[in-house]
């Protein structure tokens, strides 16, 4: 054996690694639509909220229950977006979507996503309805760093990203509307765009 | 030199190489996963999984799901041991060479 097998060797190694433990199908198209329709319910919430409500949201007011199915209709959608075109892509890639890799990335970013998802009902059935922005974003942040290890892709940067936003905005809950626009919106573009290019791309040429 | 010796004939085969790689990274594996992952036949698995427990570097736990028999396997100790050492040996050799 020469130094290139042995080359080979640790290549294989490693690709074997990953794709034993990691899931890396996810798909980066998938994050940017993401993005546009959490930018598209915060329009719609904006306008509600601007034109309806007089700028000032009432728990038990019939625009806050317009909002709540607007965040459960962007919350919908891009998990639907995600499972379809993830699902695609690792059909192209010849990878099963639903093994072990899958499974514990699902697993391991719903148990903080469900915990806040609670806790955020919880909060805002008692009417503490100030820090809900903030809670979102820290918690969707703390999803993504628990699934980042079992994928690749650096997931684990937009948690750190998602938790700091959601930081600033329990800081300045007035500012909470432009912050979560900005942490579930912008952020996704971005990140989508960037893994889209980066490993998307990439397996079609 | 020593670190040649550290090249353990026991992972010089691709199979053996694959299926230590696997279970260094993951708590267990079953005969199905591995031979998906690894793209070999049943036989050829069959034979190298034995080689490696001969060596004692993995187990082989069998047990039933339901009414279906799982064969799985887990690194030991000591496989985990000789597999980082023949990572290292590997390394080095590499470095070495050019």
Same mark, same amino acid.
């Given at each position: ?21 990691? =899931? ?12 546009? *329709? ?7 919430? *904006?306008?509600?909220?601007?034109? *309806? ?10 625009? =806050? ?11 919908? =959608? ?33 148990? /903080? ?5 609670? &806790? ?5 059935? @008692?009417?503490? &309805? ?8 820290? =918690? ?19 948690? *750190? ?11 300045? /809950? ?16 971005? &990140? ?10 990439? @397996?079609?040429? | ?33 591995? $031979? ?13 999984? $034995? ?10 736990? +069998?047990?039933?799901?339901?009414? +279906? ?7 030991? +100790? ?6 980082? $050492? ?8 590499? +470095?070495?060479?050019?």
């Amino acid at each position: 054996m020469n130094s290139k097998d042995y080359l080979k060797d640790i290549s294989e190694i490693k690709d074997l690694m990953n794709k034993s433990s990691r =899931f890396i199908s996810l798909s980066g198209l998938s994050g940017i639509l993401a993005g546009i *329709y959490a930018i598209i319910g915060a329009a719609v919430a *904006y306008v509600l909220v601007n034109n *309806y409500s007089q700028g000032t949201l009432f728990l038990d007011g019939l625009v =806050f229950r317009w909002v709540l199915l607007d965040l459960a209709l962007i919350a919908f =959608f891009s998990i639907a977006t995600a499972i379809v075109l993830t699902t695609q892509k690792a059909k192209k890639n010849g990878a099963k979507i639903w093994d072990i890799s899958s499974k514990r990335l699902v697993v391991n970013f719903l148990i /903080p996503l469900i915990t806040g998802g609670l &806790y955020i009902l919880i909060i805002l059935g @008692q009417q503490k &309805y100030g820090q809900a922005g903030a809670l979102m974003l820290i =918690f969707y942040g703390l999803s993504l760093v628990s699934a980042s290890k079992y994928s690749i892709g650096h997931i684990r940067f937009l948690g *750190y990203i998602e938790i700091i936003l959601g930081l600033i905005c329990a800081v300045f /809950p007035g500012y909470g509307f432009w912050l979560w626009v900005l942490g579930f919106g912008v952020m996704h573009i971005i &990140y989508g765009s960037w893994m889209h290019f980066k490993y998307d791309k990439k @397996q079609i040429n | 030199m020593s670190l040649i010796n550290n090249i353990n004939k026991a992972f010089d085969h691709r199979v053996r190489l694959g299926i230590m790689s696997v279970l260094m990274v993951n708590e267990h594996a079953d005969f199905n996963t591995l $031979k998906e992952l690894l793209n070999v036949t049943d036989g050829n698995l069959a034979s190298h999984t $034995k080689a490696l427990e001969k060596a004692e570097y993995i187990l082989i736990e +069998k047990q039933f799901i339901g009414k +279906k028999p799982n064969t799985r396997y887990v690194a030991t +100790k000591l496989g985990r041991m000789a597999f980082q $050492k023949h990572i290292e040996a590997l390394e080095h050799l590499i +470095k070495h060479s050019t």
